[in-house]
């Protein structure tokens, strides 16, 4: 039986995980950006490495631009393709800027499915932006998008009966404490033994002290998960991506 991943068994979560890292060898995988063979020539512009609110899209292999610092994104994906993910999540997609990266670069024949409330977009988001993104399917990767709350029950129901096993999930929706550690436990316990679990904000930004994902990451490592921090600069006052290998 999956052991749940908040609560009583934590420890014992977090020790299995380990066990797990152990032979794997995932978290070795990551690569630096200057690396030949790294994907810096399509990042680079999405975000600026050194800018703090480098949201500008100048880079033409990339459609949209996204909430992430390059770097990290960067790292994220390279872990993600070493997976070769053919389940995927995304919680919190508002225009797609990571979903794009999803797309692209898992493993076909493939299903990745977003869950986003769509509460940040504009009417004419909502209507145009599910259509662009089926675009962006490469051949063999499918996309179902969810338009809902993630702690809806039904949503849960919904995103199980899609995906029974996942490979890699993404949790960028709701920031709250609360809402982060309701994300990780309702869909957590669906990734396979060896997937990954990435959560975006490891860093409480000055503009956003609602973000509360650094109080459950401080949990998920005081556990004993294996997790890799991806920080483009810690000194910084946003970001930082958490990527936890779960045990089973
Ligand atoms: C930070 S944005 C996602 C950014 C995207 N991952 C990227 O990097 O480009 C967060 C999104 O999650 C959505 N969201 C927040 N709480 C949610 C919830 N409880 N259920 C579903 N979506 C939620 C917001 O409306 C927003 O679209």
Known sequence: MRMPLVGGSLAESGRQARELVKRSKTFGRLRRPEEPGSERAV??????????????????????????RTWELMQLVNLYRGLEPTRVLEVGTEIGGTLWHWLQNATPPAL??????????????????????????????????ITADSKDPGTIARVASLL???DFLFIDGDHTYDGVKADWMNYGPMVRPGGLVAFHDLITPDFGRHVKVPELWREIREAGYPVVELFA????????????????
Not at 53 to 67: E, F, M, R, S
Request: hydrophobic share 30%; with cysteine.
């Open 112 to 145: 990745v499915v977003s869950v986003d409330d769509m509460a940040s977009l504009n009417p004419e988001q909502r209507e145009r932006l599910p259509g662009i993104w089926q675009e962006w399917c490469p051949e063999g990767v499918q996309l179902q998008t």
């Open 164 to 166: 029974p096993e996942v």
């Open 233 to 248: 600069d810690p000194r910084e006052n946003w970001g930082g991506i958490g990527v936890v290998q779960v045990g089973g």
């Open 43 to 68: 990042f680079d512009g999405v975000y600026s490495l050194e800018g703090r609110d480098g949201a500008q899209y100048t880079n033409p292999h990339v459609p949209v631009h996204t909430a992430q």
